[in-house]
């Protein structure tokens, strides 16, 4: 590995390190650094959820349940947002590129240890090594993509939600594909493998940019030291909680879609493909990041960053997606449960977007790996717990009741939400 990876992480003074980067290293142009940038976020974010489709063979082969699926997809999770708490602001002090360097090292311990997983025990070991490098990622990319587009924050934004919503919506795609054929389990990984490995050399070769903080009469201990999570000015923290409690609805409905849902909605219609059960398991993502990325610049808004109306749209057909996914499921139409699917992730896609862009807007770019890590430890823990007590009720009353069950509660949460927004939107502007 490049000697100045080690530089970065060691913390050696600046002009030390700023001597080891001129000496070797591959001058990026900022659009190569902005695709490196959020394209390792990306990548991470595809193999997390490759196992998606597979989790009925795994269980099969494992020997586990619903419960089982939902503990080794909250295994992920929980790592994920533990590393965010105590690693979330290591970028800013070790350096963006050295942070990614790590999250990919984790990433491959973390593929190469579900591929071998001869239990649920070490299957959920493997999540959770690629959970750390998810949590490791989110943070370096975000700041690092906002660090590269300094007049441009909502296009920064933009690209870190489509990183994310893209991510997850074609690692499931990925892996149903993959695993047609003999070596259904190990293929999908391999090749995963693979994919990390060839990112490991732009990551290592590209020159440096200096970190954000460096080591300066402080000690690294202390820099690097777990943190609460602060936003510097006080108005931030309104469009803070805002995301925050949009992200954790919607990452339920999610992460309920990534676990517990494939499986159950295959038999319900009746599919034996394994591209079909992906696609089927991506597509609330897919939708979400499709409209994110039709969204127009917030230039030419005529409201200011999360204060549009079209938030309360977005919550509404979030929560209505979510009851007629349910609904749909149960009744055996293949119709109304694409459409409940597709329509509850354009609507997190709506509501998100603009929450998130007015986030960005109100923090200070020296804050923002800090408050987007901490946005993440909610929007992430909405993927975990959940999803943890779906297959617990499930195991109690079965999956298709526990189904309807949750779907119906995250309706009415949908639906809540959007009327809190609107309220505050209106009081905002009395």
Not at 250 to 263: D, E, N
Not at 267 to 276: E, I, N, Q
Not at 408 to 414: F, N, P, T, Y
Request: proline share 5%.
């Amino acid at each position: 590995m490049d000697v100045s990876i080690f530089a970065e992480l060691s913390m050696r003074p600046a002009v030390e390190r700023a001597t080891t980067a001129r000496a070797a290293g591959w001058d990026a142009s900022r659009a190569a650094r902005v695709v490196l940038s959020a394209g390792t976020l990306f990548v991470l974010l595809v193999g997390a959820n490759i196992a998606t489709p597979l989790y009925p063979m795994l269980s099969e082969r494992l020997g586990f349940g619903p419960l089982g699926v939902s503990v080794a997809f909250a295994s992920y999770v929980l790592c994920l947002v533990a590393v965010l708490i105590v690693a979330g602001h290591w970028s800013d002090h070790i350096g963006r590129r050295a942070a990614l360097v790590v999250a990919v090292v984790l990433g491959l311990a973390g593929v190469a240890v579900c591929a071998a997983a001869g239990s649920l025990a070490v299957l959920c070991c493997g999540r959770a090594l690629h959970g750390a490098a998810v949590g490791l990622a989110t943070g370096a990319s975000s700041a690092a993509v906002r660090e590269l587009l300094p007049g441009r924050p909502a296009w920064a934004s933009r690209a870190t939600l489509l990183a994310t919503s893209g991510g997850v919506a074609l690692g499931p795609v990925v892996g149903g594909t993959l695993a047609v054929g003999p070596a259904s389990l190990i293929i999908p990984f391999a090749s995963y493998a693979a994919v990390l490995a060839i990112l490991l050399g732009p990551l290592v070769l590209v020159r440096a940019r200096p970190a954000l903080r460096p080591a300066v009469d402080v000690s690294r201990a202390r820099l690097l030291a777990p943190r609460g999570f602060g936003f510097g000015a006080r108005t931030a923290r309104g469009p803070f909680w805002r995301a925050a409690a949009v992200g954790f609805l919607s990452f339920a409905v999610f992460g309920f879609f990534l676990s517990l849902a494939p499986g159950y909605f295959a038999r319900a219609l009746g599919l034996t493909s394994l591209p079909a059960v992906g696609a089927l398991a991506g597509l609330a993502l897919a939708a979400a990041a499709a409209v994110q990325l039709a969204g127009r610049a917030n230039a030419a808004r005529k409201h200011a960053p999360g204060e549009s109306p079209v938030v309360a749209v977005g919550l509404v057909l979030l929560g209505v997606g979510t009851l007629a996914a349910g609904w749909g499921a149960g009744a055996g139409s293949a119709v109304v449960l694409v459409a409940g699917i597709a329509a509850a992730g354009a609507g997190q896609g709506m509501a998100f977007r603009e929450l998130f862009d007015g986030l960005v807007a109100a923090i200070s770019p020296e804050r923002h790996a800090q408050a987007v890590s901490a946005l993440y430890v909610v929007t992430y823990l909405g993927s975990a717990v959940p999803v943890i007590g779906v297959g617990a009720l499930a195991a109690a009353i079965g999956l298709a009741a526990a189904s309807m069950v949750f779907t119906g509660l995250c309706c009415v949460a949908a639906v809540a939400l959007a009327i809190l927004c609107a309220r505050g939107r209106g009081l905002a502007r009395g």
